[in-house]
């Protein structure tokens, strides 16, 4: 097989590997490893999370070994960790610059057009050059006055992550107007070749054929600048028949160049254009000055802005100046120039804005650059030494890197400090009074945030990430947010620990990055003290939990009530204690979680935590359910219904569909679902609604809806993995699984099929829940094998199958354990 070009792919093909070894369960590879390496043997859980898809990093010495133990040979498992070792260094979540407009560039095609000419047609034209040497403007050229799709993927920052081709198609089709977008590689470039078909895509500043190749589809044409070559490029993109053709875009001739500077000293910018005669008169020095700028249009550019705005600067001071700079050292002769000629306020505004982004908010810059810094700002924009577009400033990447370096080598780090406090403070009052703006200039948000973090401004860091969420979450910007609080959490004074917590816990169980999650809360922990790192443990818990690493999640939620407990925060220690309760009750430890239950539900209500007392009390009703004292759940429930002013709580409304279920009213159920999916749409609960969506399915089946039924069990079963939840996973595979021997029952021809196909989801959901611990989940699926072999006529594993379902609901104390 090819080798994995993602973590997904990784993943997913080790569950091929584990396929054709005959599906052995997440416990006897655990038990295999532990033999090949004398004894020790990995967690259950920790095997299943390399196949779980989803990953941002796996351990590379444990996919060697489950390798091995499916029965792969020394270099092949060493090939596969090396492969992991590989994709554990790339990150996603690196926010790309994508627009869907004309590229705007008058002028772009002069002294280009021999070169246009013989540009050939092709699905993808890859532009390759030197740094300056035009790709951007000829790539506008090709276009002209069209809409098209730009992506700005920067690979040639070092410095910078390189972007996960996912995330990247995410912000083109968000850029298309496409609203319901997958998360999936294949969906992706699906949609997009759909909704793309006829568009032109530039592609600005590509380094990897790899990842560009993941961006490419049949049906759109693309353009791409790149430094480098792509060598492979072709073999990336062979199996699509595409054309790709490949420009190299040289450094302009001589006349060329003349004619370029000529048109833009007398066209562009907003001085009277010079009379003709003066341009004949330095005819000659101005092709000494080309000569010096080696044909590169950005010397160009610099130089028709110098040219403009400084009277005194003849065209022969300027040519004598740069015949003596060092040829390789073009650009940045014309870089000083130009920056040594501004005011103090003009040359402090660049120095500002280069410590942010190449692309930000121009108000939140004139908020910070004080009183003078609008009219510098257009007085930079006259030299070209920036750029204003849309009410944003754009620094063009060579006099960003040149304005950045000299900025942080030639000014004091107080006065650096004192302006990045000034652009936070400008961003936190903008977010205030518009509610949608982080999620509309989350560049500068971001922008601001690093440049804060990078001056010591931790308590500016945090109050950004803290104010910017409730915006970005709402715009479902989960990677955003997340990179925000990361930064927050670098801190070494941190104000706001607990705040913190809470918004990497909340990005992370969206994202599904919860290992990345956990590395940043332990960050955050080993600077928290009391009060604030017992909140600490208790959200370390919560994302353990969602990982299904349940024991793990018990002991930090017994450090977060001991640690609460010292600190006298009873408000913490009640609400640790019913995430401690949680997690007993679905490791089926049903007496010591109903203990834990009415010790947090009394802290509660003892400190008036009525956000506890809510939540403690629509948990609780999961635990009564699951040991058959459903009075006492629906009770409970239509209590709390009773006395909330919260008009929606989808979660109670949902666990009270599930009692009627579990009576055998399937009428009443699918009244309260019905309930439940209305309120549902004001606060979207993963976890909730993927329940409401396998009970609608269970529902179905039983109604004789068998394709309906299927389909959104399938459905679920596909999210649930996507989202990293081991526990909905299970839940819906079982589920799956009893649907299929309900269909296999009634459709005698399709039978065989069917009854293959619970078994491979019954069996799938036995592994997880056996290597999570979810003991009930265990006892469902040898239920659903049971009833597998009862149709295949297999008497004996039939009834031993049963007998060892209901001896574990039997042990459990679970309302089952007499069926």
Not at 267 to 295: F, K, W, Y
């Given at each position: 097989?090819?080798?994995?070009?993602?973590?997904?792919?990784?993943?997913?093909?080790?569950?091929?590997?584990?396929?054709?070894?005959?599906?052995?369960?997440?416990?006897?590879?655990?038990?295999?490893?532990?033999?090949?390496?004398?004894?020790?043997?990995?967690?259950?859980?920790?095997?299943?999370?390399?196949?779980?898809?989803?990953?941002?990093?796996?351990?590379?010495?444990?996919?060697?070994?489950?390798?091995?133990?499916?029965?792969?040979?020394?270099?092949?498992?060493?090939?596969?960790s090396?492969t992991?070792?590989?994709?554990?260094?790339e990150?996603?979540?690196?926010?790309?610059?994508?627009?869907?407009?004309?590229?705007?560039?008058?002028?772009?095609?002069?002294?280009?057009?021999?070169?246009?000419?013989?540009?050939?047609?092709?699905?993808?034209?890859?532009?390759?050059?030197?740094?300056?040497?035009?790709?951007?403007?000829?790539?506008?050229?090709?276009?002209?006055?069209?809409?098209?799709?730009?992506?700005?993927?920067?690979?040639?920052?070092?410095?910078?992550?390189?972007?996960?081709?996912?995330?990247v198609?995410?912000?083109?089709?968000?850029?298309?107007?496409?609203?319901?977008?997958?998360?999936?590689?294949?969906?992706?470039r699906?949609?997009?070749?759909v909704?793309a078909r006829?568009?032109?895509?530039?592609v600005?500043?590509?380094?990897?054929?790899?990842?560009?190749?993941?961006?490419?589809?049949?049906?759109?044409?693309?353009?791409?600048?790149?430094?480098?070559?792509?060598?492979?490029?072709?073999?990336?993109?062979?199996?699509?028949?595409?054309?790709?053709?490949?420009?190299?875009?040289?450094?302009?001739?001589?006349?060329?160049?003349?004619?370029?500077?000529?048109?833009?000293?007398t066209?562009?910018?907003?001085?009277?254009?010079?009379?003709?005669?003066?341009?004949?008169?330095?005819?000659?020095a101005?092709?000494?000055?080309?000569?010096?700028?080696?044909?590169l249009?950005?010397d160009?550019?610099?130089?028709a802005?110098?040219?403009?705005?400084?009277?005194?600067?003849?065209?022969?001071d300027?040519?004598?100046?740069f015949?003596?700079?060092?040829?390789?050292a073009?650009?940045?002769?014309?870089?000083?120039?130009?920056?040594?000629?501004?005011?103090?306020?003009?040359?402090?505004?660049?120095?500002d804005?280069?410590?942010?982004?190449?692309?930000?908010?121009?108000?939140?810059?004139?908020?910070?650059?004080?009183?003078?810094?609008?009219?510098?700002?257009?007085?930079l924009?006259?030299?070209?030494?920036?750029?204003?577009r849309?009410?944003?400033?754009l620094?063009?990447?060579?006099?960003?890197?040149?304005?950045?370096?000299?900025?942080?080598?030639l000014?004091?780090?107080s006065?650096?400090?004192?302006?990045?406090?000034?652009?936070?403070?400008?961003?936190?009052?903008?977010?205030?009074?518009?509610?949608?703006?982080?999620?509309?200039?989350?560049?500068?948000?971001?922008?601001?945030?690093a440049?804060?973090?990078?001056?010591?401004?931790?308590?500016?860091?945090?109050?950004?990430?803290?104010?910017?969420?409730?915006?970005?979450?709402?715009?479902?910007?989960?990677?955003?947010?997340?990179?925000?609080?990361?930064l927050?959490?670098?801190?070494?004074?941190?104000?706001?620990?607990?705040?913190?917590?809470?918004?990497?816990?909340?990005c992370?169980?969206?994202?599904?990055?919860?290992?990345?999650?956990?590395?940043?809360?332990?960050?955050?922990?080993?600077?928290?003290?009391?009060?604030?790192?017992?909140?600490?443990?208790?959200?370390?818990?919560?994302?353990?939990?969602?990982?299904?690493?349940?024991?793990?999640?018990?002991?930090?939620?017994?450090?977060?009530?001991?640690?609460?407990?010292?600190a006298?925060?009873?408000?913490?220690e009640?609400?640790?204690?019913g995430?401690h309760?949680?997690?007993?009750r679905?490791?089926?430890?049903?007496?010591e979680?109903?203990?834990?239950?009415?010790?947090?539900?009394?802290?509660?209500?003892?400190?008036?935590?009525d956000?506890?007392?809510?939540?403690?009390?629509?948990?609780?009703?999961?635990?009564?359910?699951?040991?058959?004292q459903?009075?006492?759940?629906?009770?409970?429930?239509?209590?709390?219904?009773?006395?909330?002013?919260v008009?929606s709580?989808?979660?109670?409304?949902?666990?009270?569909?599930?009692?009627?279920?579990?009576?055998?009213?399937?009428?009443?159920?699918?009244?309260?679902?019905?309930t439940?999916?209305?309120?549902?749409?004001?606060?979207?609960?993963?976890?909730?609604?993927?329940?409401?969506?396998?009970?609608?399915?269970?529902?179905?089946?039983?109604?004789?809806?068998?394709v309906?039924?299927?389909?959104?069990?399938?459905?679920?079963?596909?999210?649930?993995?996507?989202?990293?939840?081991?526990?909905?996973?299970?839940?819906?595979?079982?589920?799956?699984?009893?649907?299929?021997?309900?269909?296999?029952?009634?459709?005698?021809?399709?039978?065989?099929?069917?009854?293959?196909?619970?078994?491979?989801?019954?069996?799938?959901?036995?592994?997880?829940?056996?290597?999570?611990?979810?003991?009930?989940?265990?006892?469902?699926?040898?239920?659903v094998?049971?009833?597998?072999?009862?149709?295949?006529?297999?008497?004996?594993?039939?009834?031993?199958l049963?007998?060892?379902?209901?001896?574990?609901?039997?042990?459990?104390?679970?309302?089952?354990?007499?069926?």
């Amino acid at each position: 097989m090819p080798a994995p070009r993602t973590l997904d792919e990784l993943c997913s093909g080790l569950g091929r590997m584990r396929a054709d070894a005959g599906s052995p369960s997440y416990a006897e590879i655990a038990r295999r490893i532990g033999r090949l390496r004398g004894g020790a043997e990995p967690a259950k859980v920790t095997v299943y999370d390399c196949f779980r898809p989803g990953r941002r990093r796996v351990d590379d010495r444990l996919v060697g070994d489950i390798v091995r133990a499916l029965g792969g040979e020394e270099t092949e498992s060493e090939r596969w960790s090396e492969t992991a070792r590989v994709l554990n260094g790339e990150r996603s979540g690196v926010h790309i610059e994508v627009t869907h407009a004309p590229r705007n560039a008058p002028g772009a095609e002069i002294g280009r057009e021999a070169l246009l000419a013989s540009v050939p047609a092709a699905d993808v034209l890859v532009l390759t050059g030197l740094p300056g040497a035009g790709k951007s403007t000829f790539a506008s050229a090709l276009v002209g006055r069209d809409s098209v799709l730009t992506v700005q993927l920067r690979e040639s920052e070092s410095d910078r992550p390189r972007a996960d081709p996912i995330d990247v198609l995410r912000r083109m089709l968000g850029a298309l107007g496409v609203r319901s977008l997958p998360y999936e590689l294949p969906r992706l470039r699906e949609t997009l070749q759909v909704t793309a078909r006829g568009t032109t895509v530039i592609v600005e500043d590509a380094g990897d054929a790899r990842r560009l190749a993941a961006l490419i589809v049949p049906g759109v044409r693309y353009v791409v600048t790149s430094r480098v070559d792509l060598a492979d490029l072709e073999q990336r993109v062979r199996p699509q028949t595409l054309t790709i053709a490949r420009v190299i875009v040289p450094p302009m001739t001589d006349t060329d160049a003349q004619r370029l500077l000529a048109h833009l000293i007398t066209v562009e910018g907003t001085a009277a254009p010079l009379p003709h005669s003066e341009i004949d008169v330095g005819a000659d020095a101005l092709r000494r000055i080309v000569a010096v700028g080696g044909g590169l249009p950005l010397d160009l550019v610099m130089l028709a802005g110098i040219v403009r705005e400084h009277e005194g600067w003849s065209f022969q001071d300027l040519a004598s100046r740069f015949e003596h700079e060092p040829r390789d050292a073009r650009i940045r002769p014309v870089l000083e120039a130009a920056t040594r000629s501004l005011s103090q306020s003009e040359a402090d505004l660049l120095a500002d804005a280069a410590l942010l982004d190449r692309d930000i908010d121009a108000e939140v810059l004139l908020a910070a650059g004080g009183p003078s810094a609008e009219a510098d700002l257009h007085r930079l924009h006259g030299r070209h030494l920036v750029e204003l577009r849309d009410g944003h400033l754009l620094i063009h990447a060579t006099v960003f890197a040149f304005a950045a370096e000299r900025s942080r080598s030639l000014r004091p780090s107080s006065e650096r400090r004192a302006f990045v406090l000034r652009a936070a403070a400008a961003v936190v009052a903008r977010i205030r009074s518009d509610p949608d703006y982080a999620a509309r200039e989350v560049v500068t948000v971001l922008a601001v945030a690093a440049a804060a973090r990078e001056h010591a401004a931790d308590s500016a860091v945090e109050q950004l990430a803290i104010e910017a969420h409730p915006g970005l979450s709402r715009w479902s910007m989960w990677n955003e947010s997340l990179r925000l609080h990361d930064l927050a959490a670098r801190g070494v004074g941190l104000d706001l620990v607990p705040e913190i917590a809470l918004g990497v816990a909340h990005c992370a169980e969206k994202l599904g990055r919860l290992d990345e999650a956990l590395i940043t809360l332990h960050r955050v922990r080993r600077i928290a003290t009391g009060a604030s790192l017992a909140r600490t443990w208790n959200q370390i818990g919560n994302v353990q939990r969602w990982m299904s690493h349940l024991e793990e999640a018990l002991r930090s939620y017994e450090l977060a009530i001991g640690h609460a407990r010292a600190a006298g925060a009873r408000i913490v220690e009640g609400r640790a204690t019913g995430n401690h309760a949680d997690t007993l009750r679905i490791l089926a430890r049903y007496p010591e979680a109903r203990d834990r239950y009415a010790v947090a539900l009394t802290m509660a209500g003892e400190e008036g935590d009525d956000l506890n007392v809510a939540v403690v009390r629509g948990n609780r009703p999961l635990l009564l359910l699951a040991i058959g004292q459903l009075d006492d759940a629906a009770a409970e429930l239509q209590g709390l219904l009773d006395e909330s002013s919260v008009d929606s709580l989808p979660f109670v409304r949902r666990t009270l569909a599930l009692v009627a279920e579990a009576t055998g009213d399937d009428v009443l159920a699918r009244e309260l679902c019905a309930t439940a999916r209305q309120t549902l749409r004001t606060a979207g609960e993963f976890a909730t609604s993927a329940d409401l969506d396998l009970l609608e399915a269970r529902l179905d089946g039983r109604a004789g809806d068998l394709v309906r039924a299927r389909t959104t069990a399938e459905r679920t079963l596909r999210e649930a993995e996507r989202a990293g939840s081991p526990l909905i996973a299970t839940e819906a595979a079982n589920s799956l699984a009893e649907i299929l021997v309900r269909a296999a029952t009634i459709d005698a021809t399709a039978a065989h099929q069917l009854v293959d196909d619970a078994e491979r989801h019954a069996e799938e959901a036995r592994s997880i829940a056996e290597a999570t611990g979810d003991r009930a989940e265990v006892a469902r699926s040898d239920a659903v094998l049971s009833s597998i072999a009862a149709l295949r006529g297999d008497d004996g594993s039939a009834e031993a199958l049963a007998a060892a379902s209901a001896q574990l609901y039997a042990e459990i104390g679970h309302r089952l354990r007499s069926g």
